[in-house]
């Protein structure tokens, strides 16, 4: 059970270090600003007798734009917490101490990654469902599909988790951040750029957004959850990040999977083989 | 399997290369079960290399190795051995008692065991003062400490320290001494990567000197008589028939005045040669073997420092 080992390792460093509690007060901060914000816009709402219809799809434009925070905060916090697990302790000679104790590297790379990804995951589950809790206790909106949105989420931070592990030992921790957060930027911008061809229908915008999910898939898992979360009124705006112009299909979904798999192995594979 | 009759080390031809450089080019040694090993060389010599080869934390680029009867980096065989890194740095917001319940646990050993172990390792290794402190507020000597109570926490059967009493003030190389003979009364085998030579030679049963990533030379410092002894002694009244009566021991006698000087294969000859002179009826003042100290050995063994 070294695996376990390591992982509560890695929940007790983050919470020794206070990274559990400035991520716990950064999610309430976020959670008490969107609920602000949605408490005022409801009293204009009241003060101006809107129709129900319309107050109803911009609450939920407004949950949208919440989740798209909750999702980009969620994996710059998973790579920027993770960067150094790997390449730190093997630069620093402290993995040393613990690779010559009986218990297979793999073990000790997936007890960490499992270390990890309870914590992104509880980070996930607190920003994500509160979001969506204020957002019915404050307007009374709630997504179309919140769990598989929330499992699209939660499935493009392992994915993140896993890329930055597997980066982690090849490279030093300031090139694994550079060349991960590169990865997520690129599929992040391939994102906007399919989107945009809603408005310019260029095939060859389509294109570039597939080819760049293929390389991270990481924005498709995005816009798969928008797709099942949106109300079909704001799924009809061309250009938004919440636009369903170019749906990510199942067959994308099984694709993060297994890059998720492959990565996690690649790291396990090359942290098993490397010099320490 | 592991096989209990094999030496503690034993390595054939183990090379590692980096690229076009070679960190160690050809090691072959034996460690014998229950002997404190001294590994002896200048900087960049290849030692730390052929440690993390043998702790299975560098890959060789060829031969083998074997550690306690079982190929180096064998899971099971990594419970009865202990390594204490050059530069121990670890987790550094746990403290004392945390660093060692960890790496225990990580051993495979019990609550129970640990609960026992821990207080007794940290009043070992002077810490229990310190126990309430987390890591980053040591100094490297306590540090250094916390490193030797965290490889020898499961009482393992073979400890590897790499520069164990670097950072450490004269009482705590002592300490370190102390220790590291404990381990061998204990039975385990201790395998020793220092630069001071004065530790090593009072503290190490056996040494090798390694250069360019090679073993080029190797003793057995324990005190048993053996090795090429020179004396010098003071003689006055010695027939020239007794000083040819030495040739039964020596050939390279020489008398100069009253300093007589010879060679002996081997220490255990010495009351004889001073029985023989003495019923010559020569009157010796002064009889003292010249050993060669462990300083001596090495620059003439390993050669004087090419840098500057």
């Known amino acids: 059970m070294g695996w376990a080992t390591m992982a509560g390792v890695t929940i007790r460093e983050a919470a020794r270090k206070r990274l559990l509690w400035t991520a716990l007060v950064v999610a309430v901060g976020f959670l008490v600003l969107f609920g602000l914000a949605l408490h005022y816009q409801v009293q204009d709402f009241a003060a101006r007798s809107t129709i129900p219809f319309l107050r109803y799809q911009i609450v939920s434009a407004m949950l949208m734009i919440g989740l798209y925070v909750v999702d980009l905060l969620a994996v710059l916090m998973t790579i920027l917490t993770s960067v150094e697990t790997i390449s730190g302790e093997i630069a620093s000679g402290t993995i040393q101490a613990i690779a010559i104790k009986p218990v297979p590297r793999w073990q000790l790379l997936c007890g960490k990654w499992v270390g990890s990804a309870v914590m992104v995951l509880a980070f996930v589950a607190l920003t994500f469902g509160g979001t969506i809790v204020v957002a019915w206790w404050m307007g009374g909106v709630v997504p179309e599909h919140p769990l598989q949105g929330g499992l699209l989420v939660s499935l493009e931070c392992l994915l993140a988790l896993a890329v930055t592990f597997a980066a982690g030992t090849w490279f030093s921790t300031l090139t694994n951040g550079v060349l991960v957060l590169g990865l997520f930027g690129l599929a992040f911008m391939g994102g906007w750029l399919e989107q945009m061809s809603g408005f310019t229908e260029s095939a060859r915008l389509v294109t570039i957004g597939i080819v760049t999910s293929l390389i991270m898939p990481s924005e498709a898992l995005w816009r798969r959850a928008v797709f099942e979360m949106q109300t079909p009124l704001a799924g009809a705006l061309p250009f938004s990040p919440f636009a369903t112009v170019s749906i990510p299909s199942a067959t994308m979904i099984g694709y993060a999977v297994c890059y998720l798999l492959v990565a996690l192995g690649v790291a396990v594979w090359h942290f098993h083989a490397r010099d320490l | ?308």
């Open chain 2, 1 to 308: 399997m592991t096989d209990r009759q094999a030496p503690a080390i034993r390595a054939e031809d183990l090379r590692k290369e980096y690229g076009r450089k070679v960190a160690v080019r050809r090691l072959s040694l034996s460690v014998p079960v229950g002997t404190i090993f001294g590994f002896l060389g200048p900087n960049g010599a290849g030692k730390s290399t052929s440690i993390k080869m043998l702790l299975d934390l560098v890959r060789p680029t060829s031969g083998r190795a074997t550690v306690l009867g079982a190929p180096a980096g064998d899971v099971e065989t990594r419970r009865r051995i202990g390594f204490l890194p050059e530069h121990f740095r670890f987790y550094d917001w746990l403290t004392p008692p945390e660093l060692l319940r960890l790496h225990g646990r990580l051993c495979g050993m019990s609550a129970v065991r640990l609960r026992e172990r821990v207080p007794a390792l940290l009043d070992l290794v002077g810490l229990t003062p310190h126990r309430d402190k987390r890591l980053w507020e040591f100094s490297k000597g306590m540090m250094q400490r916390a490193g030797l109570a965290q490889a020898l926490v499961h009482e393992p059967d073979l400890v590897f320290l790499d520069e164990p009493t670097s950072g450490l003030d004269p009482m705590g190389r002592r300490l370190v001494r102390d220790i590291i003979r404990a381990e061998r009364d204990r039975g385990a085998t201790v395998f020793l990567n220092s630069h001071l030579l004065s530790e090593v030679e009072v503290t190490c049963d056996q040494v090798a000197f390694i250069r360019d990533g090679e073993i080029v030379a190797s003793r057995d410092l324990r005190d048993d008589g053996s090795g090429r002894v020179g004396v010098v002694a003071r003689v006055r009244n010695l027939s020239a028939h007794a000083l040819a009566g030495l040739g039964a021991w020596t050939s390279d006698a020489a008398l100069e005045g009253d300093e007589l000087r010879f060679s002996v294969p081997s220490a255990i000859v010495l009351p004889d040669v001073l029985r023989h002179l003495v019923g010559a009826g020569a009157d010796v003042s002064s009889f003292a073997p010249q050993r060669t100290s462990l300083e001596e050995l090495f620059v003439r063994i390993v050669g004087e420092d090419r840098g500057l």
